[in-house]
């Protein structure tokens, strides 16, 4: 089923192609300018050149289908008949058309390709300069065919090869275009130019065929004005030699009516015809043809024998053949004749042996007016006419007076026209429906002109035409040029207008394939952004969410629609606010192009959520700020293997107090806030007395139990903002930040005592008690370091230890 419709639709296009190289052909014709109805523009040629372009070689038969209908049809036209020349000269133009529209096809693929955007500069150049090159082929091949046919003249050959040349080449430049646009590849863009090319330049050409056929009307009216001056004189001068012929005729009648003898002999109308014959050559021959009845016969050719020896009234048999008359009741035989060279045939011929003659006489005797016979063929063999007057004597008819013209020679003499090759004249009797005068040619030429007028009781037709010599003498150009101008700026107006579509459609489809690749990377941004295991958000210039992928709802527990009501300051932890605002102001202030820092959001359930964030800010073209983009990753557990190695490495894995390591650094920066603030800072050392002999006594267990018990009881006696240190074995360093000396012993006191009334249970069940000595120092203002601060509150544990411990001491 697939197979037989693409078959139909293939036969659909190039029937098409034939359809439209005929038609386009016809309609071309109708502009072309007589004689040699040369087309300003040829649209046939352009169709032809672009099927070829668009299907290659499977169009070139019905291209060749196409232009041998057209030339037939046009030959045939010329002549109502397809003769062999004719016939030959179509199948030669078809052929030259076929190789110019295959040569036109391939060298256009070779110059620009095919499919051909024609949306450059160069392609839409390399086409209008190959137009004309391509037209070469069937102006020359076409032109010359036609020159050897005898078709074209040679002195008109060029003329015919420069217009026919014209013709085709604008036909190019025109319908290549169009045609693409109506089946050109690439479809979407030569679709779209039916309306921005195809239809300008059709009604461009429009315009100027309009101007064309009323400059060319202009120049029509001009060019005939002589043509029907030409036929009006024509008519008068034909008309002014019948009535030449008639007033000439009037006097010989006179010659016989007024002669007292009645009896004028053949000298006499020699010698009167002598001076006739001269002024009218055209004259076949002036008659006198005497009545004669039968019984006078034998006397009338006794008589006339005398005269002219072997004289007998004659007749024509029915094969045209002179012999001896039948008898019959009257006769009208021709007596007399000037002049007799050439005319010895008609002496004696009966005028009345023929049925046409004997109209005209009958008409003539009953009438006494001039009569004209109707067309016959002359005893002297050629088309003829009989003007005649009857001649009377005593009221009683005894003959007639009769001109013969030859039809011919009377129109080359009375019509300069009909002879000088500028006018087809053909005269007709409309009464016989018979031709008398036809110089017309046997093709097809049609008339331009009617006029009639009456002579000798007939009624006359007379049918002019200019010929090509005519036409070739007065013809104007100004209507082709103006045409073949025309149409050139309509062929330039559309090159401009598919620059201009071509260049508008490339911007278009690269603005479409950028849009195209943005929506791709749109998309694969997106798809990215919701598979991302990392939390992707934008953020609006205020901290509104304007998209988050599923990450980063993962992280902080809401979801994409309860954070679009949310801001990234509801999220963020109240401790990391300020942190947050100033990442956002480094960004917009171009201070930083990437922003990396670690902050909290607070999770949905209540609880922080440690991130990695890195934050960057997207701009509009102009530079001014569009929105942020940021990246969140989860260091939550991070955070708290961090937090828990710091604080492995500094407290003390048995007691959780801080270790010696730690106590500089806390120890510094009391230190550095002393002197800042100028306050008091105290620092006691302690030591459990008798530790060894816990351990030895209790074992390792024990002695462990004793200083965690130490430990926790430091840390329900001091200040949160108290340090305690387990600085080593069972000695213990506390920092007292604003403590002086008395503060400072007062505190030390308090806790030894504390400490003393402290017991440990023993897994035995067996109670342990402990007391602790203490030295006590103050930070002085000259002091350099803590080992100073160490030193002198070690020197004040070992006074309280040599007082028998228990006991607190100063230094």
């Known amino acids: 089923m697939t197979t037989n419709k693409n078959t139909f639709n293939a036969a659909t296009v190039y029937a098409l192609i034939t359809l439209a190289y005929l038609i386009s052909g016809k309609a071309a014709l109708l502009l072309a300018l007589p004689p040699g109805y040369a087309s300003a523009i040829f649209p046939p040629a352009g169709i032809a050149v672009a099927a070829t372009f668009i299907l290659g070689a499977r169009a070139l038969p019905w291209v060749f289908l196409g232009a041998l209908s057209l030339n037939a049809w046009t030959g045939f036209s010329a002549s109502q008949d397809l003769d062999a020349s004719s016939f030959m000269a179509a199948l030669l133009i078809a052929i030259a058309s076929t190789l110019q529209a295959g040569t036109g096809g391939w060298a256009l693929r070779k110059a620009v390709g095919y499919p051909a955007p024609f949306d450059q500069g160069f392609e839409v150049l390399r ?19 036609l020159a050897l046919l005898g078709i074209v003249s040679h002195e008109r050959f060029a003329a015919n090869w420069f217009s026919w040349w014209a013709g085709d080449s604008l036909g190019v430049l025109m319908m290549v275009p169009i045609v693409l646009a109506l089946a050109g590849e690439p479809r979407k863009l030569w679709r779209r130019r039916i309306r921005t090319v195809t239809l300008p330049m059709l009604l461009g050409l429009a315009l100027f065929i309009g101007v064309y056929l009323k400059a060319n009307q202009w120049e029509q009216d001009a060019m005939l004005t002589d043509y029907r001056q030409l036929t009006q004189q024509s008519l008068d001068q034909i008309r002014l030699g019948l009535q030449q012929e008639n007033a000439m005729l009037t006097q010989m009648q006179g010659l016989f009516v007024h002669d007292p003898a009645k009896s004028i002999t053949r000298q006499q109308f020699h010698r009167y015809c002598l001076n006739t014959q001269a002024e009218f050559p055209m004259i076949q021959a002036l008659e006198w043809v005497a009545r004669v009845n039968d019984e006078n016969r034998a006397a009338f050719e006794s008589g006339q024998a005398r005269e002219v020896s072997g004289f007998h009234i004659t007749e024509r048999d029915p094969q045209g053949t002179l012999r001896i008359a039948d008898r ?59 003007i005649l007057k009857a001649v009377r004597a005593d009221d009683q008819i005894i003959g007639d007076v009769m001109v013969v013209l030859k039809v011919q020679d009377f129109l080359n003499q009375a019509v300069p026209a009909a002879g000088s090759g500028n006018l087809y004249i053909r005269l007709v009797d409309m009464d016989a429906g018979a031709a008398l005068f036809n110089s017309f040619p046997d093709r097809h ?30 013809q104007g150009w100004q209507s082709w040029w103006v045409l073949a101008m025309g149409s050139f700026g309509t062929a330039l107006l559309g090159a401009l207008l598919l620059l201009a579509s071509g260049y508008t459609a490339r911007v278009e489809s690269q603005v479409a394939e950028r849009a195209e690749a943005l929506r791709e990377s749109e998309e694969r941004f997106r798809t990215t952004l919701e598979n991302s295991p990392i939390g992707i958000g934008i953020e609006g210039l205020h901290g509104e969410f304007l998209q988050v992928n599923n990450a980063f709802c993962d992280i902080v527990g809401y979801s994409k629609d309860e954070l679009s009501r949310l801001t990234a300051s509801a999220l963020t932890h109240s401790k990391d606010i300020a942190a947050d605002t100033e990442y956002r102001q480094q960004l917009l202030s171009g201070q930083s192009k990437t922003v990396r820092l670690e902050k909290r959001y607070v999770h949905k359930n209540g609880h922080p959520v440690w991130v990695q964030l890195t934050a960057s800010l997207e701009r509009y073209a102009d530079r001014t700020p569009k929105h942020f983009i940021v990246q969140v990753e989860d260091i939550t557990e991070r955070k708290k293997l961090e937090l828990q190695l710091l604080k492995d490495a500094r407290t003390d894995a048995l007691t959780g107090l801080y270790n010696r390591r730690y106590f500089y650094e806390l120890a510094e920066r009391e230190f550095a806030l002393s002197k800042r ?87 035995k069940a067996e109670n342990i008690s402990f007391t602790v000595s203490i030295g006590v120092t103050n930070h002085l203002q000259d002091a350099e370091n803590p080992d100073q601060m160490l030193k002198r509150a070690d020197m004040a544990l070992y006074a309280a230890k040599k007082a028998g411990r228990n006991c607190v001491r100063y230094e």
């Open 127 to 145: 086409f209008m300069l190959l137009a004309p090159v391509i037209s070469l082929v069937s102006a020359t091949l076409s032109v010359s065919g």
């Open 328 to 386: 019959r009741q009257t006769y009208y035989p021709v007596t007399y004749i000037e002049p007799l060279a050439g005319n010895e045939a008609a002496l004696g011929f009966d005028v009345g042996s023929t049925p046409k003659r004997l109209e005209a006489i009958n008409l003539a005797n009953a009438s006494r007016q001039t009569v004209t016979s109707i067309p016959i063929k002359l005893v002297q063999g050629s088309v003829g006419l009989l």
């Open 445 to 474: 030429v049609d008339v331009m002109t009617e006029r009639t007028f009456d002579f000798g009781g007939r009624h006359y037709l007379l049918l002019t035409s200019p010929t090509p010599a005519y036409y070739r003498q007065h």
């Open 677 to 763: 603030l100028a306050g008091p800072l105290a620092l006691m050392q302690l030591d459990i007395d008798h530790f060894k002999v816990v351990n030895d006594t209790y074992g390792h267990d024990a002695g462990d139990a004793v200083l965690r018990a130490l430990s926790n009881a430091c840390r329900h006696a001091l200040r949160e903002i108290d340090v305690i240190v387990r600085f080593g074995g069972e000695e213990f360093v506390v920092l007292l930040p604003g403590a002086d000396r008395n503060r400072a012993m007062e505190v030390a006191e308090r806790l030894r005592v504390i400490l003393s009334k402290t017991t440990v249970v023993t897994d």
